[in-house]
């Protein structure tokens, strides 16, 4: 692909030789000829111009005369558009591998690829261009929307419904019942969850995270919505559009999430809480109570970050403040004996 190609398919502009052949990207270290690299910064524009690349893709605020390059306005998205043009995903061919076992009443689309030992239940409906890898089990009654893809061992639970252009990863458990007890004379009895769990379109849910269907009702992943590997998200969870939570991330039962969140790693919610739209929790934070849209939280409990971080500056000061109390007490006694 010609270097002005490439520019034109991520948004770009080509400076320089706009006919050299780019065929694939390379970080800075291993580049050779035939590949761009990223230098998102100064800092990094110079190993870039130093490396065997044959193009550097930089932002609109950098320039280089040393190398051909592609100037983007969003470095970062031109970067992924340049990764999934030059290096696109295989996917399989259609298909279903004769180990696979489809029950009664299951609709398959003829684009679908279902791979060696997938298990899909009855009365299921798969359209078209959905990749279900090996060893995925299906329970009766989900719908899976086009083009989405099941990595092998993903688990969908009876009755789930998941959308168009969906992802779920290895491990990935949709549907499982939530955690529900009530104590009755020191024993904990279950509570029978029989709602389900609706994933809307674009969705992307990492290896090993877990979504728990409704007790009754239903658990909802808005459209858009990035989950990371290794996350619990409770029963009756209402998550918005477009929210980014990264891993290790747990939020309990009846939580509500607006649009726009972003949650980082090891985030903790406790149940019946709402959190507002366009909210940012910064890692390790404990929400606790209701969070107004726009806020952004740290800490534990969470309180706005700015009152978190007077806290912590606080804190560190707490070793000279006890030994000044210390001594005011000392020099008191002194006083009160004489």
Known sequence: MKLHELAAAIDGE????????????????SAGPGKIVMAADA????????SAASAVLIPENLSTQRKPSVRAKNI????????GILHPQRRPPP????????GEGTRVDRAVSIGPYAVIGDRCEIEQQV?????????????????????PHATVYAHCSIGARVILHSGAVVGSDGFGYAAVNGRQVKI?????????????IG?????DRATLGETRIGAGTKIDNLCQIGHNVTIGRDVVIAAETGISGSVTIGDRVVMAGKVGVVDH??????????????????????????GIPARPHREELEIQASLGRLPDLVRRVAELERRRGKDDKV
């Open 273 to 298: 809480v709402t959190i507002g739209e366009g909210v940012v929790v910064l890692g390790g934070a404990a929400i606790r109570k209701d969070v107004p849209p726009g806020a952004v939280m740290w």
């Open 95 to 102: 298909g279903i591998h004769p180990t696979a076992i489809l």
């Open 43 to 50: 800092r990094h524009l110079a190993g870039a111009e130093g």
């Open 76 to 83: 970062r998205l031109a970067f992924g558009r340049a990764i």
């Open 14 to 29: 080509a400076i320089g030789d706009r006919e050299v052949e780019i065929v694939g990207v390379a970080d800075i270290a």
């Open 192 to 204: 029978p969850h029989v709602g389900r769990v609706v994933i809307e379109d674009d969705v992307e």
């Open 207 to 211: 290896a090993n995270s877990t979504i």
């Open 131 to 151: 990749v279900i890898g090996s060893a995925c089990v299906i329970g009766d009654g989900v719908r899976i929307g086009e083009e989405s893809i099941l990595y």
